[in-house]
């Protein structure tokens, strides 16, 4: 198969991409590099020995993505590209909303001129906002939308429902809407991971960031949750298992609209992801106790039984497991790929 990532430069994309060339499919980039680097594909092609083509483009420019497009062939698409920066997208909702939805409907219209019907959206479990009271493992059929709680959230919520009418308009189009939960770690060579531009946001390139002395300490936030230790719990998945759960997607499209949670199914708190990381690494975490992160939940786990069932997929790789490929890759590269 010949496969189109959007943003495939990225965290995410980059791992998907290496995992198809190993499989065997061709794989296209598009990527307008504002937030990645060149440098992650190169490394894709050394670890597979495989070519990439790279399109430098910005999809959400409807000239520029036209022209990027115009003469490649794909029979597949998987749509990463887009803004994801929970605090920026506060602090710039226009900017969020015009990149992210412009960028998808640009790649929908360009599939449909092209006649290419097979799409895997790059979702998240934001999209299911604040769960009820009492659920705690969300599956599938728990509503989108309710009380999502920033524009970047809204842009993923937003985004499936484009993806659902315009499926409904073209009822050959073969959609799948994955939801991430905390995708962690990195590529067990170190060559490939998370690269953070500025202060990281999320937990564990934050951690990381801590052990190889970049950043002095962690803040905790809040340790007075309804949780076993009061910090809150995440659903972290190995990005190589996320990797084969896009893989696995692609292999199980048919007409229609999909949506699946890319999780384990298990929950770890802050603590225990710093002692993890700290086993891993070997170096001392220093860490402090802050206010709660306003939006934050206490738990959010993933019930992954609809993708363990249907697509045939499942994790496999441990917190632990993430945490010495995270440190693989941060003790290799201090400063990601800006030191390359
Ligand atoms: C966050 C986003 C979510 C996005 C996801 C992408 C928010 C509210 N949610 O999820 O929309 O899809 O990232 O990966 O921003 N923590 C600390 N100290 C830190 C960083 C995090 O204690 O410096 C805690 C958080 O309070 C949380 C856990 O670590 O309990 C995980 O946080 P994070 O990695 O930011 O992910 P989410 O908040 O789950």
């Known amino acids: 198969m010949r496969v189109l990532l959007t943003g495939g430069a990225g965290y995410i994309g980059s791992h998907v991409a290496l995992v198809l060339l190993e499989r065997g499919d061709d794989v296209i980039v598009l990527d307008d590099f504002s937030n990645s680097s060149p440098e992650a594909l190169r490394r894709v092609e050394k670890l597979t020995g495989k070519t990439v083509q790279v399109v430098e483009a910005d999809l959400a420019d409807r000239a ?20 994801k920066a ?26 449909r001129d092209k006649d290419v019907r097979k799409l895997v959206f790059s979702s998240s479990a934001t999209v299911y906002g604040t769960p009820a009271a009492g659920v705690e493992r969300l599956d599938e059929t728990q509503p989108v939308g309710c009380g ?40 067990p060579s170190g060559e490939i991971g998370e690269d953070p531009s500025g202060i990281p946001n999320n ?11 970049r950043r002095e300490k962690l803040a905790v936030f809040g340790d007075q949750y309804p949780t076993a230790d009061g910090t809150g719990v995440r659903d972290y998945i190995h990005v190589m298992d996320l990797a084969e759960g896009h893989v696995a997607a692609l292999h199980h499209l ?7 949670n890319l999780g384990s199914g298990e929950g770890y708190s802050v603590l225990e992801v710093v002692k993890a990381y700290t086993d891993a690494s070997g170096k001392q975490i220093p860490y402090e106790i802050v206010a709660p992160r306003a939006g934050d939940l ?9 993708a363990n069932e249907r697509l045939d997929w499942r994790t496999t790789r441990s917190l632990d497991d993430a945490c010495r490929d995270s440190w693989t890759w941060q ?8 030191g390359a």
């Open 64 to 83: 520029a993505a036209d022209a990027a497009l115009a003469d490649l062939e794909f029979d597949a698409v998987v749509h990463f590209a887009g803004l």
């Open 86 to 111: 929970v605090g920026e997208s506060v602090a710039q909702p226009s900017r969020y909303y015009r990149t992210n939805l412009n960028s998808t409907l640009n790649l929908l219209d360009i599939m």
């Open 148 to 187: 999502v709680t920033n524009p970047y959230g809204w842009t993923k919520a937003m985004i499936e429902q484009i993806i659902t009418d315009v499926q409904r308009s073209w009822p050959e189009l073969e959609a799948v809407l994955l939801r991430y939960f905390n995708p962690v770690g990195a590529h």
């Open 203 to 213: 937990l564990m390139p934050f951690v990381a960031q801590v052990a190889v002395g």
């Open 254 to 260: 048919q007409p229609g609209v999909e949506a699946y």
């Open 298 to 306: 206490a738990t959010l786990v993933a019930d992954p039984a609809k």
């Open 331 to 338: 003790s290799q590269n201090p400063n990601g790929f800006a």
